[in-house]
């Protein structure tokens, strides 16, 4: 009996080593959040604009700097010009609200042509950043009607607010099916015979590459470009090294390796 129990014992310490080391491989890189706002109550148009700015391109660019998954908005839209431009003469002094409504409830604005693949960024953003972000928009070609006054922290106080803690849900999650949608990966990859074909399909995926090179993938996504996807190349944001935990990568890594 106590031979048994040995070799139970023994297989339980080599399968516990073994997923150790695989823990120690995958890349551990510190997640980041949005950068925080710090203005107080007399933060001018330009100081919002300018913290909007840093977040913007911190978390949006990947998306909305190419003009082919969401609409540019820093650049030309349709002949219509920056964002700023476009919805200051669209909409006036509703611009700001239809901005922070788009940021908050994407799915109530989606532009022609375009799929609704945006995440609400309240699960990325905290109020304040919200409403800089949308400062930054509106100087794009148009007027910053965004005021200090907006912020839930520095109107109040006149003390610059509290950093936003990161987004809890959304960060934590093990479940594989979740974190391809918190990470609008499904806005560009097919599933289940639906969405868009601007990189490879997940249906089957796990059939053709192996769990390597999805991992690869995930974290170096313009080290490689899968045969017939050579017009997206570059699309896919290269961040999500830093925005998933090892555990929550090897569990996207290990749902899409069993889809054969």
């Known amino acids: 009996m106590w031979r048994t129990n040995l070799k139970i014992l023994s297989l339980g310490v080599a399968v516990i080593g073994f997923y150790t080391m695989v823990a120690h491989i995958i890349p551990q890189l510190q997640s980041e959040v949005p950068a925080a706002v710090s203005l107080d109550a007399n933060?001018?148009?330009?100081?919002?604009?300018?913290?909007?700015?840093?977040?913007?391109?911190?978390?949006?660019t990947a998306c909305h700097g190419l003009g082919t998954r969401a609409p540019n908005l820093v650049a030309d839209h349709a002949g219509l010009g920056p964002i700023g431009s476009r919805c200051g003469a669209a909409r006036g002094e509703a611009c700001k609200e239809y901005l922070h409504q788009s940021l908050v409830a994407p799915g109530d604005s989606i532009v022609p042509t375009f799929q609704n693949i945006m995440p609400v960024m309240t699960t990325q953003m905290g109020g304040d950043q919200i409403w800089a972000v949308v400062a930054f928009?509106?100087?794009?070609?148009?007027?910053?009607?965004?005021?200090?006054?907006?912020?839930?922290?520095?109107?109040?106080?006149?003390?610059?607010?509290?950093?936003?803690?990161?987004?809890?849900?959304?960060?934590?999650?093990?479940?594989?099916?979740?974190?391809?949608?918190?990470?609008?990966?499904?806005?560009?990859?097919a599933m289940d015979?639906?969405?868009?074909?601007?990189?490879?399909?997940?249906?089957?995926?796990?059939?053709?590459?192996?769990?390597?090179?999805?991992?690869?993938?995930?974290?170096?996504?313009?080290?490689?470009?899968a045969q017939g996807f050579a017009q997206f190349a570059g699309m896919m944001p290269p961040t999500f090294g830093t925005q998933l935990s090892g555990a929550q990568l090897e569990a996207i890594v290990q749902f899409l390796a069993g889809r054969k």
């Open 43 to 60: 933060a001018s148009p330009e100081e919002l604009a300018a913290a909007g700015e840093q977040i913007y391109n911190q978390i949006c």
């Open 137 to 189: 928009l509106q100087s794009q070609g148009g007027e910053v009607t965004v005021t200090a006054a907006d912020l839930e922290g520095a109107a109040a106080t006149g003390a610059a607010p509290p950093a936003p803690a990161p987004a809890t849900a959304a960060s934590t999650t093990l479940d594989p099916l979740a974190l391809l949608q918190q990470n609008a990966c499904l806005g560009c990859h």
């Open 193 to 225: 015979g639906a969405g868009p074909p601007l990189g490879p399909s997940f249906d089957g995926i796990g059939g053709r590459v192996t769990a390597d090179r999805i991992r690869r993938g995930i974290l170096f996504p313009n080290a490689d470009t």
